[in-house]
């Protein structure tokens, strides 16, 4: 094994971002390197706690504003990811920047989030390698496995117009928003780099040198157009760590021995921030049919029943994935990638109901594996949930490619390919030492 190596992994948004790094920073410390994770400062106690060097990196949530205005524009269903970008992360740069150099010192590497543009300036800086890593396949805009794009609507209906198609679409869609990227041309130049090659916003945060594609090949194929130097690595589990909420209390351990396995309900970690009618629903559904049920509500009162629940169905505010979804019959879902590559390993029947960002094009995937269905946010009422969920649990072919898929996923091991493949890049670096 190559000597060890100060790997600093950068990461910004929900628990759904962190987890995957959090996972390689784990299996980085193991084969005996220095992992130190940059992220907000809201996740600092949960770094350190699992053993893991932190690093605080901006900006952090009370950098944003009024919580309930960010939420509902950063997640609105086709404006949400560009309001993420300008107003969210961009603002902030020259702080991200200022934050990852200081955590770069003595590094050997550096792993990119999606949204930490900072990253190629820092390592071109120092002249240090950096490696992308996407968590989403909608990430790589492949000409040959389009995905479903909350930017350009209808797209799920232009999936199968081809790659010419699509490789004008995209080349659209990069020229209109190049202005997008004023702010990472203007900090290149106050810091004497040279203009970049490619669009940073698009093309910028694929690295030369390594890109870890954190998701199962099996969910997206590899294709050729993908950026060179990619490796499919399989999805990085995190199962949680020392902290004790993040074990399943015993209320809910209870509950599932207490009778066959419920439908488990959640939005995750950030989509439960806003739910709309989505708890409320779904148990006006559930007192329609005869199944059990779990709904992982988050702690906003809001979101729980008015009145007392019948005793087959159960909300807690929390619950570990890893543990729960295997005990279920199906998962209820918003499709962020976090969740949906849960649902996958656990090998159960999922309902999709995608509301933002790479959502709708995970729930895309999600069908055409033939493992769930989908049901969009306006369309997520009692009626229809009782009915799709009938269909979805009677649905044995559905079950059956579910179970399967979610015993190839379980032998992929994720977190250990993407550092076998950090290992064997940064033994050819010239960098390495």
């Known amino acids: 094994?190559?000597?060890?190596?100060?790997?600093?992994?950068a990461t910004l948004g929900s628990l759904g971002d962190l987890h995957p790094f959090l996972a390689l920073a784990r299996e980085l410390r193991?084969?005996?390197?220095?992992p130190v994770l940059a992220t907000s400062a809201i996740y600092r106690g949960k770094i350190e706690a699992d053993g893991i060097e932190f690093a605080?990196?901006?900006?952090?949530?009370?950098?944003?504003?009024?919580?309930?205005?960010?939420?509902?524009?950063?997640?609105?269903?086709?404006?949400?990811?560009?309001?993420?970008?300008?107003?969210?992360?961009?603002?902030?740069?020259?702080?991200?920047?200022?934050?990852?150099?200081?955590?770069?010192?003595?590094?050997?590497?550096?792993?990119?989030?999606?949204?930490?543009?900072a990253v190629p300036l820092v390592a071109e800086k120092r002249g240090l390698p950096w490696a992308g890593a996407s968590l989403q396949p909608m990430v790589f805009l492949s000409a040959f496995d389009p995905?479903?794009?909350?930017?350009?609507?209808?797209?799920?209906?232009?999936?199968?117009?081809?790659?010419?198609?699509?490789?004008?679409?995209?080349?659209?869609?990069?020229?209109?928003?190049?202005?997008?990227?004023r702010p990472v041309r203007a900090l290149r130049r106050d810091l004497g780099l040279r203009p970049a090659a490619v669009n940073p916003i698009f093309g910028g945060q694929h690295s030369p040198f390594l890109n870890l594609a954190l998701f199962s090949p099996l969910f997206a194929p590899p294709?050729?157009?993908?950026?060179?130097?990619?490796?499919?690595?399989?999805?990085?589990?995190?199962?949680?760590?020392?902290?004790g909420s993040e074990l399943m209390q015993p209320e809910l351990r209870a509950f599932l021995d207490s009778g066959p396995p419920p439908v488990v309900f959640t939005l995750g970690s950030t989509i439960v921030r806003m739910p709309g009618g989505f708890f409320h629903e779904?148990?006006?559904?559930?007192?329609?049919?005869?199944?059990?049920?779990?709904?992982v509500t988050g702690t906003d009162p809001r979101n729980q029943p008015p009145g007392p629940l019948p005793r087959r169905l159960l909300t807690v505010p929390y619950a570990p994935y890893g543990e729960l979804f295997p005990?279920?019959?199906?998962?209820v879902h918003q499709g962020g990638i976090g969740t949906t590559a849960q649902a996958l390993r656990a090998g159960r029947p999922q309902l999709v109901v995608p509301h933002a960002h790479d959502q709708p094009d995970n729930a895309a995937r999600v069908v055409r594996l033939g493992v769930g269905r989908s049901l969009p946010?306006?369309?997520?009422?009692?009626?229809?949930?009782?009915?799709?969920?009938?269909?979805?649990?009677?649905?044995?072919?559905?079950?059956?490619?579910?179970?399967?898929?979610?015993?190839?996923?379980?032998?992929?091991?994720?977190?250990?390919?993407?550092?076998?493949?950090?290992?064997?890049?940064?033994?050819?670096?010239?960098?390495?030492?």
């Open 56 to 117: 605080p990196l901006r900006p952090d949530e009370p950098d944003f504003g009024d919580p309930e205005v960010v939420f509902r524009r950063g997640n609105h269903p086709l404006w949400g990811t560009t309001y993420v970008v300008l107003r969210m992360i961009l603002p902030h740069l020259r702080a991200s920047y200022e934050d990852l150099l200081a955590a770069s010192r003595d590094a050997d590497l550096l792993v990119s989030h999606t949204l930490t543009y």
């Open 282 to 295: 779904s148990i006006s559904a559930l007192r329609a049919m005869e199944a059990r049920a779990v709904f």
């Open 30 to 34: 193991a084969r005996g390197h220095s």
């Open 327 to 331: 005990r279920a019959a199906a998962i």
């Open 377 to 433: 946010p306006g369309r997520y009422a009692a009626g229809r949930i009782a009915a799709t969920l009938r269909s979805l649990l009677d649905d044995k072919a559905c079950a059956l490619k579910a179970a399967a898929m979610g015993t190839a996923i379980r032998g992929e091991k994720g977190a250990l390919r993407a550092a076998e493949a950090i290992e064997r890049a940064l033994g050819t670096a010239k960098h390495s030492g």
């Open 1 to 9: 094994m190559p000597r060890e190596k100060r790997i600093v992994l």
């Open 147 to 181: 995905p479903v794009l909350p930017l350009v609507s209808r797209t799920a209906r232009l999936l199968g117009l081809g790659p010419g198609f699509h490789r004008f679409l995209y080349s659209f869609i990069e020229k209109t928003t190049r202005s997008w990227s």
């Open 223 to 243: 294709q050729p157009d993908w950026p060179p130097a990619t490796i499919a690595t399989g999805f990085p589990f995190y199962d949680g760590g020392s902290i």
